[in-house]
């Protein structure tokens, strides 16, 4: 059973637009998620992270939206930039287990110039 | 510098012949993990150790082993009994919650 679901394989986005990455999780113990982005032939690098405390957390272009009672988080990328073109993994984790992630299937990220 | 370390980048292996990945990481990082990642199913955990000498399977454990003698490494031995090897092997650390992953390395047995 996929506990951390990203049901978009992939987006393509004009240059200067945002970007909106969706993620959905079932399991209602997941309390604290991240948001990776990842190169190919590379390993993933942390983008942002949100607390289920919280429901917004920005960091510069990149902004994360918690909705826990629809189980839905969203990734924002304002602008996008060419450089944005890249796998992007939503991951989930219970603060009070093992320090373990769960990761969705990810969904590719095309910025068209 | 600081970081995790995966080598080779690239490895070919025979069917039926075991091969071990290397991870090192210079970060001082209690925890360690192993991901496999295929086309379209994202990253999946095959095991992890959150402190030396200690390690638990994760989700996709079976025709894998490990060890974890010191902190700094934690290789990975695929074993001739994993019916589907080929794919990319991802190492990560972390002490908290945000994983550090290294550059990964793509195994492809023929």
């Known amino acids: ?113 | 510098d600081g970081g995790i370390t995966q080598s080779p980048k690239y490895l070919f292996r025979k069917e039926g012949q075991n091969v071990t990945l290397s991870c090192e990481q210079n970060l001082n990082h209690d925890a360690m993990y192993w991901y496999r990642q295929d086309p379209g199913q994202g990253l999946r955990l095959i095991y992890y150790s959150q402190i030396v000498n200690d390690f638990q399977k994760g989700d996709i454990a079976e025709g894998y082993s490990v060890s974890r003698e010191k902190k700094e490494s934690f290789p990975l031995t695929v074993t001739s009994a994993q019916k589907n090897p080929t794919a990319f092997y991802l190492c990560a650390s972390s002490t908290t919650y945000e994983q550090f992953f290294g550059p990964g390395t793509r195994l492809t047995v023929l």
């Open chain 1, 1 to 113: 059973d996929q506990q951390v679901k990203q049901n978009s394989p992939s987006l393509s986005v004009q240059e200067g637009r945002i970007s909106i990455l969706n993620c959905d999780y079932t399991n209602s113990m997941f309390d604290y998620f991240l948001w990776y982005k990842k190169y190919p032939a590379e390993g993933p690098t942390f983008l942002i992270s949100i607390s289920s405390i919280k429901d917004k957390n920005e960091d510069g272009r990149f902004t994360v939206f918690l909705n826990k009672s629809a189980k839905h988080l969203s990734l924002h990328i304002v602008p996008s930039q060419p450089g944005d073109s890249a796998v992007y993994f939503c991951a989930a984790t219970n603060l009070q287990g093992a320090q373990k992630l769960v990761f969705g299937q990810g969904t590719r990220l095309t910025i068209n110039p």
